[in-house]
C-alpha cells in the first residue's frame, strides 16, 4: 500500500501538468492573455485592444470574406464596425478546446468561445497566432469563424445514406 500511494501521487501530478499549458518563468499565461483581449474588445475598450497588439505584422480575418484587417488601424475599423453593430451589448463567455504550440517567441492558440450579443449565443472559433514582444503576448494574427452545426461530413454522408 505505501508503494502505491507515492506513485499515484506521482501519476496525479503528472497528468496535471499534461493538461495545464506550460509557462515559462516570468511568461504571462497565454490562454489569460487572450481571454482578456476579447473580453475587452467585447467591452468596447481600444486601449487594452490596441495594447495587446503587435506593433508589426498584424492581421485579422474575420467570419465574413470581407472582414480583413491589416495593421492598427484596419483592426481599429474593423472594432469600430462590430462596437456600432453590437450597440455595447456583446460579451464573451465560456471558452473551450483549446489547443496551443509554442515555438520560442511565437505562440499559437486555437479556441472556442461562446459570444453572446442581442439575446443570442453562439460559438465562435478563433486561431490565433502570438509573439512575446517585451515580456508580453501580442496579437499578430487571428482568425475565427462561426462553425456549423450539423453539417460535418460524417452527419451529411449520414443523412444521404440509405
Known sequence: ???YRPLGLALLIISAVAV??????GEPNL???AMAFLDAYAAGDWKKV???LSKRD?????SD???FAAGEAGVKAMFDNDQKLWRGGGRFGEASQFSSVTSGRLAALFFNRVF???GQKMAVRFSTVWRLESGA???VQSSNVVPTKGQSAAEILGANAH
Not at 498584424?58 to 474575420?62: A, E, F, L, R, T
Open 58 to 62: 498584424v492581421h485579422v480575418y474575420g
Open 137 to 139: 503576448w501580442k496579437l
Open 1 to 3: 500500500m505505501k508503494i
Open 31 to 33: 490562454e489569460s492573455v
Open 116 to 118: 453572446e450579443v442581442g
Open 50 to 52: 490596441q495594447a495587446g
Open 20 to 25: 495545464v499549458p506550460s509557462v515559462r518563468a
Open 65 to 67: 470574406v470581407s472582414e
